[in-house]
Antibody
């Protein structure tokens, strides 16, 4: 069974860079889409972006200028970097796997990232 | 960027059926079948209930069903149970390599 384990810094100051990693176990990278999704406290889900197993990347246009998503197939890991964070980036960040667009079948445990001075 | 509109809240009594709508705006969600639904309980990651408009992943109860009419997708929960209480989100590919979530609907079982 595919499991996603994610980690990264939970407290950032404004203007710093958010970095999260998601390790995949129990399954193959092949044929999958790997996405990042976030949820501000008490609010709804927001799609951040995705990378597929071939390395093709799509970003949320509202975040694109600050965003990098990458795939390390040798380590079975997916990474997220978001630069110049502000309080508006405070959220629980999830990595997720899908075999079809939008069908996120496996989720990481979520990482709360708080941006505060 | 298109938005998906859901009612903020719905409620029903145990055993009843409820339907949550998800209306596409702008490019809309009609025209492709890449619509999914998720259930989320407090403090937990979302759980996939429906994909490709009406398909259920293995292990998801048959009480959950999905449909699409024009630019509005719907999730129906039949035979409401207390454990169904939570937040529900629709999600759709809206073209131009963009995925959008609806704002979420809080389901209360009375």
């Amino acid at each position: 069974q595919v499991q996603l384990q994610q980690w990264g810094a939970g407290l950032l100051k404004p203007s710093e860079t958010l970095s999260l990693t998601c390790a995949v176990s129990g399954g193959s990278f092949s044929g999958s889409y790997w996405s990042w999704i976030r949820q501000p406290p008490g609010k709804g889900l927001e799609w951040i972006g995705e990378v597929n197993y071939r390395g093709r990347i799509n970003y949320n246009p509202s975040l694109k200028s600050r965003l990098t998503i990458s795939l390390d197939t040798s380590k079975n890991q997916v990474s997220l970097n978001l630069t110049s964070v502000t309080a508006a980036d405070t959220a629980v960040y999830y990595c997720a796997r899908s075999l079809l667009l939008t069908a996120y079948i496996n989720w990481g445990q979520g990482t709360l990232v708080t941006v505060s001075s | 960027q298109s938005a998906l509109t859901q009612p903020a809240s719905v409620s029903g009594s145990p055993g009843q059926s409820i339907t949550i709508s998800c209306a596409g705006v702008g490019n809309g969600i009609g025209g492709n079948d890449l619509v999914s639904w998720f259930q989320q309980h407090p403090g937990k990651a979302p759980k996939l209930l429906i994909y490709e408009v009406s398909n259920r992943p293995s292990g998801v109860s048959g009480r959950f069903s999905g449909s699409l009419s024009g630019n509005t997708a719907s999730l129906t929960v039949s035979g409401l149970q207390a454990e169904d209480e939570g937040d529900y989100y629709c999600c759709s590919y809206v073209g131009n390599t963009i995925v959008v979530f609806g704002g979420g609907t809080k389901l209360t079982v009375l």
